[in-house]
């Protein structure tokens, strides 16, 4: 099932779901109400028009950039502001919260901002679709795990997919599903329970 990133989590505390799995960060926050199977390593970074005025992260500093809401993007982008922008003297980055990739992609091409920030494993797609007129800038400004997300109490569920991922790593699948997907620097040495960076 499709749906908004926001819903993700009350879809699967309410039973609409049975399990994510959608690119999402395992965070200390979240685990408080999920648990996790990680498997990605992931990050987060800006990307910007190739014409537009950023071309270095801290050139971010007092300007509007995009994020998803309910993202741990929102989060990481603030923090790097304290230290980035405020921490030297510079305006703070006005972080524009949007509902989706979709909205995102839209401000910066309407110029309602003039960057945006994503997981790493995310981007490749929008640039892709953008055709030459967007680019990556700089590194990514945050390191997190992405994990398939469960209720606490589905155990049964949670260790049986456990086991099967094992089983993939185990047998070269997951590293044919990188190198396919090009996800390479993305490769988590073996799937872990609930291994938040914070």
């Known amino acids: 099932e499709d749906g908004q990133f926001s819903q993700m989590i009350p879809s699967l505390i309410s039973k609409r779901v049975d399990l994510i799995q959608s690119a999402m960060s395992d965070t200390k926050e979240r685990q408080a109400t999920v648990d996790f199977i990680d498997y990605l390593k992931s990050g987060d970074q800006v990307y910007a028009m190739t014409d537009g005025p950023i071309n270095a992260v801290e050139d971010m500093c007092g300007q509007k950039v995009t994020v998803s809401q309910s993202t741990s993007t929102v989060k990481v982008l603030g923090n790097w502001s304290e230290v980035n922008c405020v921490g030297k003297g510079k305006p703070a980055v006005d972080i524009v919260i949007d509902s989706s990739f979709g909205q995102q992609i839209a401000n910066l091409k309407q110029k309602r901002a003039v960057a945006a920030v994503n997981v790493l494993g995310g981007i490749g797609p929008i640039l892709d679709d953008a055709k030459g007129t967007m680019k990556l800038v700089g590194e990514p400004i945050g390191a997190?795990?992405?994990?398939?997300?469960?209720?606490?109490?589905?155990?049964?569920?949670?260790?049986?997919?456990?086991?099967?991922?094992k089983r993939k790593y185990a047998d070269g699948t997951y590293e044919k599903l990188l190198q396919k997907w090009n996800l390479k620097p993305a490769a988590y040495p073996e799937p872990t329970f609930n291994n938040a960076v914070e």
């Open 144 to 165: 997190t795990y992405q994990g398939i997300a469960f209720r606490k109490e589905d155990t049964q569920l949670r260790d049986a997919f456990m086991w099967a991922l």
